[in-house]
Nanobody, 121 residues
Framework: QVQLVESGGGLVQAGGSLRLSCAAS????????MGWYRQAPGKQRELVAA???????NYADSVKGRFTISRDNAKNTVYLQMNSLKPEDTAVYYC???????????????WGQGTQVTVSS
């Protein structure tokens, strides 16, 4: 099986920083894209940032210039450095990875359990 385990969420004041981590473990042949999504109460889940295996990145307009996504392919880990946090960044943040478990498998989406980020004003 494949597991994505997130860490690094918490409570921070506006203007502060947090760093999220997500490590993939289990039977993994290769990992394609990895990313972070978030879901605030009463809202749909939205893409925050994504990164390909080659390092190309994509960000939501609302976080450009404040958040940075990176990954360590040797550790099957993706990170999200969040700076200049705003109250509107408050949400549950979910890690996502597109993984091929064996050479013969197709690519599948896997999700972490979510980590709460709360930004106080």
């Amino acid at each position: 099986q494949v597991q994505l385990v997130e860490s690094g969420g918490g409570l921070v004041q506006a203007g502060g920083s947090l760093r999220l981590s997500c490590a993939a473990s289990g039977i993994i042949f290769s990992i394609n894209a990895m990313g972070w999504y978030r879901q605030a109460p009463g809202k749909q889940r939205e893409l925050v940032a994504a990164i390909t295996s080659g390092g190309s990145t994509n960000y939501a307009d609302s976080v450009k210039g404040r958040f940075t996504i990176s990954r360590d392919n040797a550790k099957n880990t993706v990170y999200l450095q969040m700076n200049s946090l705003k109250p509107e960044d408050t949400a549950v943040y979910y890690c996502n990875a597109v993984i091929r478990r064996t050479a013969r498998d197709s690519l599948n989406d896997y999700w972490g359990q979510g980590t709460q980020v709360t930004v106080s004003s």
